[in-house]
């Protein structure tokens, strides 16, 4: 009886271990998003300087708005985990306009959010055919105490750039403030990124028509846009032109 049950134990582990080495092997990337290596700082450099300057858009494009509630049971990487019982919900614009066939991105998307901390821009731009680049993405943001009439207004720095790549890890560079005990990065270098970035989001608030037409949008939400009163009206709606 001994041997045969060696041979089922020898099985059973040889069965393990075939098992094993077919798992994929998982390979983990970590970005250094507040001090980017030269050679990503080239990258970012070279992806913001293909986005157009005058942007030519064709006649397609399409305006949202609505209003979305986080799930509280679904974990986003890079967000703490809301307290129990806890309800976080933004009013959002988007303006999506699509560039000609002959240029090298497809289109681009604006969005523009603002929950009860915080007023978020995003602009995104995609490439028709990725192989390197997929998407360009500028984010700034600015405190919601401010109205989204005065932010537009204004120039908000860029504090997040990202490159999504095509078979390769992201490139990020992010403005990183210091936290109680580790002093703040000397991002200095990478001031001409931001710089560009944000150039980059000013003109296309302008090519979008952003300034005017997200507070339009908000104000149907309900959303307080500027010292004046709040308007009434439904969120969730959404319009396509």
């Known amino acids: 009886m001994f041997p045969y049950k060696s041979l089922i134990l020898t099985a059973v582990v040889a069965m393990a271990a075939l098992a094993s080495a077919q798992q994929p092997p998982v390979k983990v990337n970590v970005l250094n998003v507040c001090a980017p ?72 998307q604006y969005s523009f959010s603002v929950d009860a901390q915080n007023m978020v821009e995003t602009l995104v731009l995609r490439v028709r055919d990725p192989k390197d680049m997929m998407q360009v993405s500028i984010e700034d943001s600015a405190s919601a105490v401010a109205s989204a009439a005065a932010m537009l207004s204004s120039t908000t720095p860029v504090s997040r ?64 846009t500027s010292s004046g009163a709040t308007t009434k009206a439904g969120a969730g709606s959404k319009k396509n032109r």
Not at 198 to 213: F, H, N, P, V, W
């Open 37 to 108: 290596s030269a050679d990503e700082q080239k990258e970012l450099s070279s992806a913001l300087a293909k986005v157009p300057g005058k942007p030519a858009f064709s006649k397609d494009f399409e305006v949202a708005r609505g209003h979305s509630t986080l799930d509280p049971t679904t974990p986003i990487p890079g967000m703490q985990p809301l307290p129990p019982g806890a309800v976080s919900a933004a009013d959002w614009v988007r303006v999506r306009r699509e560039f000609p066939d002959a240029t090298l991105f497809s289109n681009v």
């Open 161 to 224: 750039v990202k490159l999504e790549r095509f078979g390769k890890a992201s490139v990020v560079l992010a403005r990183c403030t210091g936290v109680e005990g580790n002093p703040a990065t000397d991002q200095t270098a990478y001031e001409p990124i931001f710089h560009a970035a944000s150039s980059i989001m000013e003109r296309y608030r302008d090519a979008l028509g952003a300034r005017k037409t997200v507070p339009q949008e908000l104000e149907h939400l309900g959303v307080k």
